[in-house]
């Protein structure tokens, strides 16, 4: 055919503008002459390099003319919907990207600019930022005085003298004037005033000292076999054995530098080592872990049992990690979690925070954990949270986190600018979400009956617009962009969002958990990984305790001390072995956070 192509279709696959489609079964010839058209049937050849110039189109017939005519059209909104469709594709990357690079680099908090004094919340595990030039910058390099650095200037404050009561303080007395000096300065006398004074701060660094206990021995005079008896006098409790080294202040101190202070074991080691002390981070790491099982266990144990009998709402969440023995087993990629479990005196319980360490995410590890609870959960959109509420309906509910709705469409903002996002639906929903918040807040003093009435009153109205602009928005956008998962996620979590105007005790929001998980957040990042099962189990107790000791207004150090010196003592006295030791439940109470027997070494006098 003297290399001439004769097409039906075009390279992508659809119809030529040119050509109209076959129908039938035709033969296929070369065409005639002019090399413009052969009829076969209905089908109309025409060659693909060849251009259609204006007298060729005039040969035409009319109905030819009409038939190309309408296969042009056919082809335009072809076209245009694959344009479309790629346009949108485009959209789509560039909206997922722009998100992306805004979580890496944007600004980490989801502060409101369009409620005033709305709270800023910083959900990130850290912050990645040169710290000191930023400070220097922000507030400029103004030395703190004394009072700002021992304790942070309440609001209503009364008085230096009162910020500085619980601060232990030494008198440096004044270097006084010679007499002769005094006489050249007042040659007609003079007399003494008071004193100026100013304070300095000093810091001492931790000092270690390795006390020598000894234990009274007694022989006997030898009978007359040469036979001698001996007898020791009182010894005091060892926390670990004869052959360990570990004090209860040793111990208390790597487990508030490790948990409290999110210190690598290696790092204190090295601290340690700058003191004289040669601690290795695998003793301290077997330190800890003894300490957790025979002692701080116990204490676990009867905090979980009365957050779940007295507690009316818990806030749950989970953090993935790396174990390398769940490694090893279930290969590189394994993620292990560790779950959140806190209760506060708002809801009936006391300020209570538990870590618990599972080698999985499965709705199995909160349903055991959660075992004899009736009452309210409060949750992100994790579907295991709703398996178990959906199999306990008249014992379980669960609320859901209006923080992790209004972050999608804070992340979709941050990406494009407060500015360009104006008129988009991620702008519009952010700003009704605010709307909720703000007008929930004003009733946040309120008692929970209070609270219920004013939210059906006020609040609810606000959730219903907000769900029915989500509604009436939906079908317009695109399913798979960033936005339309936005949406999705909003419509399909609505149940459990609105959960909360049903009770007045429930917040909006999970944040006191995620405040409390990012506490491990801030450890996992510095660990990297935890090597054995053992080590996360310990990890998750000692964390428990640490974070509730301090919810409960404690120093944490002094705190451990105790319960450590107390707990090692009841061991001796009742003769028990590390391997198998009980504790009475009376005992227990009374080292608990809260509990009223708790020495006041161990309160914090000043509070942030």
Request: glycine share 6%; charged share 25%.
């Amino acid at each position: 055919m003297n290399n001439e192509r004769w097409i039906s279709q075009d390279s992508c696959g659809y119809p030529s503008p040119f050509l109209p489609k076959i129908h039938g079964n035709p033969q296929l010839s070369k065409p005639s002459g002019n090399g413009l058209q052969s009829r076969f049937g209905d089908a109309i050849f025409v060659p693909m390099e060849e251009k259609m110039t204006t007298e060729k189109l005039n040969s035409l017939p009319k109905d030819v003319l009409v038939f190309m005519y309408q296969q042009l059209l056919e082809s335009f909104e072809v076209l245009k919907t694959q344009n479309n469709e790629l346009m949108q594709k485009l959209t789509n990357i560039e909206e997922t990207l722009a998100v992306n690079n805004g979580k890496l680099y944007g600004r980490k908090t989801e502060k409101s600019e369009s409620i005033p004094g709305q709270m800023a919340i910083d959900f990130e595990h850290f912050c990645i930022v040169n710290e000191s030039e930023l400070l220097v910058e922000t507030l400029g390099s103004k030395e703190p005085t004394a009072e700002e650095v021992i304790v942070k200037r309440p609001k209503h404050y009364k008085s230096k003298k009162e910020n500085l009561s619980n601060v232990p303080k030494e008198i440096i007395p004044a270097i006084e004037l010679t007499e002769e000096e005094l006489k050249e300065l007042f040659p007609n006398g003079y007399k003494r005033m008071p004193d100026e004074t100013y304070t300095e701060v000093e810091m001492h660094p931790a000092t270690f000292v390795a006390k020598e206990y000894h234990v009274a021995v007694y022989a006997s005079v030898p009978d007359k076999n040469g036979n001698v008896e001996f007898a020791r006098g009182p010894r005091r409790g060892r926390l670990f054995g004869s052959d360990s080294i570990a004090s209860p202040t040793l111990v208390s101190g790597i487990i508030n530098g490790k948990y409290g202070n999110a210190n690598p074991l290696n790092r204190l080691s090295n601290a340690f080592l700058a003191s004289d002390i040669n601690l290795s981070p695998q003793d301290m790491a077997g330190w800890c872990i003894k300490a957790a099982d025979r002692y701080f266990r116990p204490l676990y144990d009867l905090m979980h049992q009365q957050m779940i009998t007295e507690s009316k709402l818990i806030h749950a969440d989970e953090s993935f990690f790396k174990v390398t023995e769940d490694l090893k087993v279930r290969g590189k990629n394994a993620k292990s979690y560790m779950w959140l479990y806190h209760s506060d005196s708002r809801y009936g319980s006391h300020p209570t925070f538990l870590y618990e360490y599972c080698a999985t995410r499965s709705s199995e590890n909160p349903e055991r954990f959660l075992k004899g609870y009736s009452g309210i959960l409060l949750t992100d959109g994790y579907q295991a949270y709703h398996k178990l509420a959906n199999e306990n309906p008249d014992k379980l509910t669960v609320a859901g986190c209006w923080a992790h709705c209004l972050r999608r469409y804070s992340n979709l903002i941050k990406a494009v600018s407060t500015q360009r996002a104006k008129g988009t639906v991620a702008k519009e929903a952010h700003d009704r979400i605010d709307a909720i918040y703000h007008v929930d807040n004003m009733y946040k003093e309120l008692p929970p009956e209070e609270r219920q009435k004013m939210r059906q009153k006020n609040v609810k109205p606000l959730v219903d617009a907000f769900f029915e602009y989500l509604k009436n928005v939906s079908p317009a956008i695109d399913k798979s962009s960033e936005t339309g998962k936005a949406v999705a996620y909003s419509l399909n979590q609505e149940q459990y969002l609105r959960e909360f105007l049903n009770n007045g005790i429930i917040p909006l929001d999970n944040n006191d958990a995620e405040r409390s998980i990012r506490s491990f957040c801030v450890n996992r990042a510095n660990w990297h990984i935890i090597n054995s099962k053992g080590g996360a189990k310990a990890s998750g107790i000692l964390l428990s305790m640490t974070e509730t000791a301090k919810a409960n207004g404690l120093k944490v150090f002094d705190y451990l001390t105790y319960v450590l010196d107390q707990m090692k003592d009841y061991a001796y006295e009742h003769k028990q072995k590390p391997t198998d030791m009980s504790f009475d439940k009376n005992f227990l109470e009374n080292l608990l956070p809260w509990s009223e027997k708790i020495p006041d070494e161990c309160k914090l006098k000043i509070k942030r």
